[in-house]
Every structure is written in C-alpha cells, then in structure tokens.
C-alpha cells in the first residue's frame, strides 16, 4: 500500500457551503414564504447593485436565463445568433428553442474567448444578437464587442457563467451587454445548486421577468401583499422560471462570501502557475494585464511535446493519484445536433478542445490538496522523461504499453 492509497479522493470541484448558509435556508424555511419573493429580490437586489446594472431577475438556472434573454430580445424564425463553439451547449441549445440559428466561429489563441474578427466577419443581414462567453473566468474583449454591437445594430449578450466576480479594463463582467447571464449551478464561483440570473437593460429584463412567470402581470409575492392572489392577468404565453427563495437565501450568502472565495481560486492559481510553468509540452493559462479573472477554471494545455498526452495525464491523475480533472470543452459544433460544414474552420477551437485539462481550483481546497496536484503532475513528467531518457527509440505509445497506462478518456 502506498501513501496515495490512503489519501481521499480529490475532486475536481467542490462546494463551498457554510453554516451562514445553512442559517439563511433555515430562516426561510421558517418564514413560512418558499417560492419566488423577499429573499430571491433581496438576492436579485444585492447583483444589481454590484454590477450596477438597470435590473436583475433570478430564476431557475443559466439555461433558463439564456432563453429568457432570447425570448425577450424577439429572436425567433429566420434569425442567426454568432457564439463560439467552445461553450457549454446550453446557449446554442436555447437559441434553437427560439426558432433562430447559432453560428459557431472562432475563439482568440490567447484568452480562448470569442474573436472579435471572427464574430465581425460571421455578422450577415440575418444577425440579430452576438453572444460572448467569458471563458473559465477571464473576460472577453469587453469594449470591442460593445462597439461591434452597436456598429451593426445588433443586441449583445454576455454569457457570464464562469465569471461573476470577474473585470477587463475596469468593466465588471455582466455589465456591459444588453444583457447578461450568470450561473449559480454546483461547480460555479459561487453556487445555490441550481440557479441563474438575468441582469441587464431595464426593459429587457422587464420582458423576461413576464415571461419567466406564466406572463403574469405581477409577482406572487406582490398579490399576496396587496391584492387577491388570483387577481392577476396573463398578458403573454410565458414559462415558469423563477428562482425560490430557499434558492435565493443561499445565494444571499454565497454572494457576500464571493470576493473572499475568489481571492483563494487566484492563489491556488498562482501556485499552480509557479508551480508547473517549466514542464516541458504543458502551457498554463495567460491572464491580460488589464484582467482580473474569475478564475472559475484553472486550464492546462498539454500539447503533442509533452510526455503524455491529455487523456493519459487525466487517466493517470485518476487512477494513480486519485486526482479528479475535467475538460471543457467538446466543441458544441461538433456534436450530434450540431455537427455541420463550417464556413470558415474553427481551428483554435478544436486545437484547445484537444488540449485543455482542467485542474482542482475551488475556495476550499488546502495547501496540502495544491501540493498534491503540483507533486503529481511533476512526479508523472519526471518519470516519463527518464523513461525516455532510458530507450531514446521508443515511441511513446510503446512506452506507455510497457508501463500498463490505457490512455483512456476521462469522461
């Protein structure tokens, strides 16, 4: 038995869940009010405030913002959406709902968030909205995309998932678009299990508030105040999206604790960072100087140099030092519903897709839990170095069917 063998497993990510929490949940519980009112606009109060946008509406998760942004901005039937493919396929999914078509294109080679070039050249006379990811945490090109919105009469969207507590050129992500979504899903920077919201120009959010409650012409919260809870209209066919208060009380907390818990993700980077800058074949993310990012992901990019390929190195981190990774993300254009000819290749896209692990990197990780990443890491470029060092005419494939490694994927 080795000392490995006795360590617990560490996942990739993991909630940071405190007893503030638990009192916020339990004073709700308590309250007697569980759905959409007091603590879920106390929530949606304290985003909109911090981003200083016009308004906010938290609802049942990201996926439900994005189509809220869709519906309320009348994308449908005939209309294209630009966004990049390396993203979740939540927004093109929600585009599809629409009736609209995404259009994939390319992501820079530095940040790995859309191009700006790309999504300018990809604007046609069906364009209606561009779509900007902010991938693992560091904000896209906040200003450029604002201009090349605005320059072809199109709406701008942040798909600000990773990126809640992230800035670019003294802009807080989520607050320059004409609207923005955030995530509150398990592994975001800061979680309610599930959960999302919506924040933005007021009348959008007005639009989207309505629809996301059957169309509804007044919250619960408000008829159950000052009028006969069955007092209301319904003004437009709309869907049931709102955010519970037991989801909004957690979210209350997470909110405050969000500068600390993004503190820690920034030092646990930069220990990675110094940490594994010189092994040979495996590059660590960039940051712009005018960034500070998220850090929603730390990503790794292990490249055809390095001693291992991508799948051995999260196979390995598994299986031998029982280190959980993961990967974002398989191109959205390349899967079932969506694989097509693109127009123009997405060749960074794919190249990152083919080289991106991403590493443990959440508030309640230890020094000693970075330090088993870091060791093994180090451990497995070392050993396969002096492998090759040994029988210098060896493949690596070989190599690796010697020492009994499958290569297999981590999914």
Aim: hydrophobic share 40%; charged share 20%.
């Amino acid at each position: 038995m080795t000392d490995t063998d006795l360590l617990p497993f560490l996942p990739w990510n993991r909630p940071s869940i405190g007893a503030e929490e638990i009192a916020e949940v339990t004073d709700t519980l308590c309250s007697g009010w569980l759905t959409h009112g007091p603590k879920a606009a106390r929530f949606e109060e304290t985003v909109r405030k911090a981003l200083g946008v016009e308004d906010s509406f938290a609802v049942s998760s990201c996926t439900a913002a994005l189509h809220l942004a869709f519906l309320a901005s009348g994308i449908g039937n005939g209309d294209e959406v630009i966004t990049p493919s390396l993203t979740f396929c939540a927004a093109p999914n929600a585009v599809l709902q629409t009736g609209a078509t995404p259009v994939f294109v390319d992501v820079e080679p530095l940040t790995y968030n859309i191009d700006p070039h790309a999504a300018e050249a990809a604007i046609t006379d069906r364009t209606k909205a561009i779509v900007v990811m902010h991938y693992g945490g560091h904000p896209c090109d906040l200003r450029a995309f604002r201009k090349l919105a605005d320059d072809h009469g199109l709406l701008l969207i942040e798909d600000a998932a990773h990126a809640l507590h992230a800035s670019r050129d003294g802009h807080r992500a989520g607050s320059i678009g004409d609207l923005a979504v955030f995530s509150f899903y398990a592994n975001k920077v800061m979680t309610t299990g599930e959960g999302g919201m919506l924040v933005g120009r007021a009348d959008l959010v007005h639009r989207a508030r309505l629809l996301g409650r059957h169309g509804i012409d007044s919250s619960i919260w408000k008829r159950h105040g000052t009028r006969n809870t069955a007092a209301y209209e319904v003004t437009v066919p709309g869907l049931k999206y709102v955010m519970s208060d037991v989801t909004a009380a957690i979210g209350v907390q997470q909110f405050r604790k969000l500068p600390a818990f993004t503190a820690r993700r920034a030092e646990i980077a930069a220990t990675y960072t110094s940490a594994l800058s010189g092994l040979p074949g495996l590059a660590t993310p960039k940051v712009l100087p005018s960034v500070e990012p998220g850090w929603f992901l730390y990503s790794i990019f292990i490249d055809d140099t390095a001693p291992a390929s991508r799948d051995e190195t999260a196979e390995l981190l598994r299986t031998r030092y029982k280190i959980g990774t993961s990967q974002h993300f398989r191109p959205v254009h390349t899967l079932g519903i969506y694989a097509q000819a693109q127009a123009h290749p997405l060749t960074v896209t794919e190249t990152v897709a083919r080289q991106q692990l991403s590493l443990p990197c959440y508030p309640d990780m230890t020094s000693r839990e970075t330090a088993r990443v870091t060791d093994a890491l180090q451990s497995l470029w070392g050993e396969r170095a002096e492998a090759a060092a040994r029988a210098p005419g060896r493949t690596a494939t070989t190599d690796d069917r010697c020492l009994g490694y499958s290569g297999a994927d981590s999914f």
